[in-house]
């Protein structure tokens, strides 16, 4: 008897333990009550698992500026820094989650760098000054930027106590952030407002 019923239960179970997620939406604002295009947003909890599975990332270099502006990255995330110019173009970083340096170069640098450290990390260029370019380095595998209407969608996020955190470059002491408890299937949606007038459209 028991023998029959068991393979139904771990059946059960495992339907269950996928169908309870819910979709959170976060619609994130700026100073002015704005939309916010490309806003960092993540979850952090006791029940996430510290890291995804690295991936590559792009960060790209187009007509004297970095492409995107703004990244958000796991730790452990190998990023590239192609230089599409036909300038020479050097990226540097001073931020303690990851201090290093890629002096002048064209095309590909000769490996990614991987940034192992929670932090934000400034970039620039030693050559022009107007380039800047942010990674937001998380520790979770739960995280996304909003889109040009300043939404993000997260799917299939598992029921648990998180912290939400939203940041954008201007926000020096680090993410806006606050409690959210996701009981179910039911979607979540949370409204928020960073104290950050947007990059404009340097880059992208
Ligand atoms: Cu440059």
């Known amino acids: 008897m028991a023998s029959r019923i068991l393979p139904l239960v771990v059946l059960a179970?495992?339907?269950?333990?996928?169908a309870l997620a819910a979709d959170i939406t976060v619609k994130v604002s700026d100073a002015a009550g704005h939309p916010l295009p490309e806003a960092v947003v993540y979850l952090r909890g006791a029940g996430v698992a510290a890291v995804g599975a690295p991936a590559q990332v792009t960060i790209d270099q187009k007509n004297k500026q970095f492409?995107?502006?703004?990244?958000?990255?796991?730790?452990?995330?190998?990023v590239a820094?192609?230089?599409?110019?036909?300038?020479?173009?050097?990226?540097?970083?001073?931020?303690?989650a990851k201090p290093f340096t890629i002096k002048l170069y064209a095309g590909k640098p000769p490996a990614p760098v991987v940034f192992d450290h929670e932090g934000i990390v400034v970039l620039g260029c030693n050559i022009h000054d107007a380039m800047a370019a942010w990674v937001a380095v998380v520790d979770t595998p739960i995280f996304g930027k909003t889109d040009s209407g300043g939404v993000l969608v997260l799917h299939g996020v598992r029921p648990a106590s998180y912290e939400l955190a939203a940041w954008y470059p201007g926000m020096e002491s680090g993410p806006q952030t606050q409690t959210m408890a996701?009981?179910?299937?039911?979607?979540?949606?949370?409204?928020?407002?960073?104290?950050?007038?947007?990059?404009?459209?340097a880059g992208q």
Not at 70 to 78: E, K, N, P
């Open 13 to 18: 179970a495992a339907f269950i333990s996928r």
């Open 67 to 78: 492409a995107p502006q703004i990244s958000v990255v796991s730790v452990g995330t190998a």
């Open 81 to 96: 820094f192609p230089n599409s110019d036909q300038i020479r173009h050097s990226v540097y970083s001073f931020s303690p």
């Open 182 to 201: 996701v009981t179910g299937v039911d979607a979540v949606s949370r409204e928020v407002r960073l104290p950050v007038s947007p990059l404009g459209n």
